[in-house]
């Protein structure tokens, strides 16, 4: 495998990918990689092609990953990838909670398998990273903003969801603390993005008011992932190069 070009390597669900945000480009991951000047003019110059304008980007994420994508397909993907990455973000574990949605014993259960999937995919990613390569994990945002308010959100009532994502990101932060990754915090940004400023379940990419960030009820839209990049750039600042690299 070769060294030579810097290479980002975005991994896991939908919150990395551009479909919901209105297209090539627009995800958060693309924006990371190459801000849109004429939507972000505050973040001109903020991103890892103006750094580096050799920079190579591979979008491996998908819609509707589960660890059980990463695991048997995103990582063999990864695997075959002929430039060490320089920087792999990822993006997991929201649809894997949501596959046990309103049964808090499943939940948990699931949380716990969704720690075992990163603790075993963080040591294989840091295993092919360039020199210096770093790894940002992202927590999962909560679309009712803490207020549990299924009913609005189209959903079954179900008391535990707000606490189960809580569990869900201290997990995730645990295991990326243990592996060395860095953390970026995408549900702390979002929160009072959702509910509290909108209808999460509309369907528009680029809705009018900018202080909704949701759209089909749990996907980042353009603002959105605008935010999800500003997560992602944020760990960068501080993250120390992975251990053993």
């Not at 991103?47 to 695991?71: E, H, I, K, N, Q």
């Not at 959100?153 to 860095?182: F, Q, S």
Request: proline share 6%.
């Amino acid at each position: 495998m070769a060294d030579a070009a810097a290479h980002y390597v975005a991994l896991g669900d939908s919150i990395s990918i551009d479909d919901y945000s209105g297209g090539p480009g627009r995800g958060g991951a693309s924006l990371l990689f190459a801000n849109r000047d004429d939507d972000f003019p505050e973040w001109r110059g903020r991103d890892l092609r103006t750094a580096d304008p050799s920079t190579v980007f591979s979008l491996l994420a998908t819609d509707g990953a589960t660890t059980r994508t990463l695991l048997d397909t995103q990582l063999a993907r990864f695997a075959q990838l002929r430039v060490r990455p320089t920087l792999v973000t990822m993006s997991i574990g929201g649809n894997d909670l949501l596959g046990a949605y309103g049964d808090t014993a499943a939940a948990r259960q699931v949380i716990t398998r969704v720690q075992t999937a990163l603790a075993h995919a963080l040591p294989q990613i840091a295993g092919r990273l360039a020199p210096s390569g770093r790894i940002v994990v992202g927590t999962v945002y909560d679309p009712s903003d803490g207020t549990g308010d299924a009913a609005r959100l189209g959903l079954p009532p179900w008391a535990e969801a707000v606490a189960m994502i809580e569990e869900l990101n201290d997990g995730l932060r645990a295991v990326a603390a243990h592996h060395g990754a860095a953390v970026a915090e995408i549900a702390d940004l979002f929160h009072g993005h959702g509910l509290l400023a909108g209808d999460p379940a509309r369907r528009e990419p680029r809705p009018a008011g900018r202080g909704l960030w949701f759209c089909d009820l749990i996907e980042p839209n353009a603002w959105g992932a605008s935010a999800v990049r500003a997560a992602f750039w944020t760990a960068l600042q501080a993250v120390a190069p992975t251990p053993g690299q």
